[in-house]
């Protein structure tokens, strides 16, 4: 009862909303939910979580400045996570630099 009164609460005062995947987090219901929510989640089934937030939070907006930085390169990616060139060059088979290696 406590607990669903602290998810009440945090998920009024949340303003982000994030969805889960079922296929990765299969003991979650695919329902939005807050960030607040999640992490509540996330320390109930790892004590660890919030030693390890920064972390994940670090490698999470990295891996975001990766995608941004081949996306605006004119890359693109197919639903089986195949990258390829604006020219069409699957990215195996690139010869060129990789859009995230020109900085």
């Known amino acids: ?29 695919s329902k939005p939910m807050s ?29 975001e400045q990766w995608m941004d930085k081949r996306i605006s390169a004119g890359w693109e990616i197919d639903e089986y996570g195949s990258w390829y060139a604006a020219d069409g060059t699957p990215e195996h088979e690139w010869d060129g630099d990789l859009p995230e290696d020109l900085e």
């Open 1 to 29: 009862m406590l607990q669903q009164h602290i998810l009440d609460s945090l998920h009024r005062s949340s303003k982000r909303v994030v969805t889960l995947d079922p296929i990765h987090f299969d003991s979650f219901a």
């Open 35 to 63: 960030d607040a929510e999640f992490n509540l989640l996330m320390v109930s089934k790892y004590p660890n979580w919030y030693d390890l937030l920064p972390q994940v939070e670090s490698a999470m907006a990295a891996h």
